[in-house]
């Protein structure tokens, strides 16, 4: 017998819209495993959720001693209740999302079109197709105010992972912040070609 079992630990619930990130694939999991966000608080807090019918634990068989703590466990019912008792949280979510990555894909064509946006809903990555320009523009940004992370290969990929509860006008506060950064980096790569991801973030 085969089950499908999937781990979701490194996105927050709900950033990509709905609760888990799966529903949009159709699938139905035999075994999903949540952690990190849980709790709604940022507190340690981790879940196990089986099917019925492929639990073939018995009382007793299952033991150990990593447990939530009640505060963790107090919070993520209060997250579940406050945010996910209908649909207006997951939609908004969506909504903002969709605004993230108009404001993204105008900021790449606004800079020459050769960057891409990655990602779905509020967990976006834009694509520098250079590791120096991504550490450019994220210490432009730093200095700004604005703190965004890399990844990718060769951590090319600026991360967009903003609070799921951020408003519009904060939001679109951080995208401005992130084009300005990104246009005075590929100015002065423009001035001094070849230089390193340092030099083109931090020279004057």
């Known amino acids: 017998m085969l089950f499908l079992s999937l781990t979701i630990f490194r996105w927050v619930v709900g950033e990509r819209g709905d609760f888990f990130s799966f529903e949009f694939a159709g699938v139905s999991p035999d075994i999903v495993i949540l952690s990190k966000s849980l709790s709604g608080y940022g507190l340690p807090l981790s879940v196990l959720l089986i099917k019925d019918?492929?639990?073939?634990?018995?009382?007793?068989?299952?033991?150990g001693t990593f447990r939530g703590n009640n505060l963790a466990l107090a919070s993520a019912n209060a997250a579940i209740d406050i945010y996910w008792q209908d649909q207006t949280f997951s939609q908004n979510v969506k909504r903002m999302g969709e605004l993230m990555r108009a404001r993204l894909e105008a900021t790449s064509?606004?800079?020459?079109?050769?960057?891409?946006?990655?990602?779905?809903?509020?967990?976006?990555?834009?694509?520098?197709?250079?590791?120096?320009?991504?550490?450019?523009?994220?210490?432009?940004?730093?200095?700004?105010?604005?703190?965004?992370?890399?990844c990718g290969?060769?951590?090319?990929?600026?991360?967009?992972?903003?609070?799921?509860?951020?408003?519009?006008?904060t939001l679109d506060q951080g995208l401005d912040l992130f084009d300005q950064s990104l246009g005075e980096t590929l100015k002065q790569a423009a001035r001094f070609p070849g230089a390193g991801g340092q030099g083109v973030g931090r020279a004057g």
């Open 109 to 150: 064509l606004k800079h020459g079109n050769s960057f891409h946006v990655r990602g779905r809903g509020m967990a976006l990555g834009f694509d520098c197709q250079s590791a120096e320009i991504a550490e450019g523009t994220a210490h432009k940004a730093f200095e700004k105010g604005l703190m965004v992370e890399r």
């Open 153 to 169: 290969h060769i951590d090319q990929v600026v991360k967009f992972l903003p609070a799921l509860t951020i408003d519009t006008e």
């Open 53 to 63: 019918e492929v639990d073939a634990w018995q009382p007793g068989e299952h033991t």
